[in-house]
């Protein structure tokens, strides 16, 4: 009964923000880490940012370095990512996912199980 739902996504113009939301049922945040993803038309799909857990480091792609922020409530179940000054390049499907974040994570998205949906966020220039 594992769900992962995305929401927040929309079109915004270069520069716009957007928070993007992922509500978790079946399984709590005390016990895994949430990490965000994203694929554009073809192209193939990479990981944006996660949090480990273990010791709160963050981890981001460097092409979103300084620009979007990732969060979580606990208590709700919900991670977040706040998308600022957002670029045409970032426009693609965002997943997020069950992961195990470290400097590494994203080369491990073949195993990854738990997926959401997608959100599909679009900058226009």
């Known amino acids: 009964e594992v769900q992962l739902v995305e929401s927040g996504g929309g079109l915004v113009q270069a520069g716009g923000s957007l928070r993007l939301s992922c509500a978790a049922s079946g399984f709590s945040f005390d016990d895994e880490n949430i990490g965000w993803l994203r694929q554009a038309p073809g192209k193939e799909r990479e990981g944006v940012s996660c949090i480990s857990r273990s010791d709160g480091s963050t981890y981001y792609a460097d092409s979103v370095k300084g620009r979007f922020t990732i969060s979580s409530d606990n208590a709700k179940n919900t991670v977040y990512l706040q998308m600022n000054s957002l670029k045409p390049e970032d426009t693609a499907v965002y997943y997020c996912?069950?992961?195990?974040?470290?400097?590494?994570?994203?080369?491990?998205?073949?195993?990854?199980?738990?997926w959401g949906q997608g959100t599909q966020v679009t900058v226009s220039s």
């Open positions: 996912a069950a992961v195990l974040c470290s400097p590494l994570w994203s080369d491990y998205i073949d195993d990854y199980d738990y």
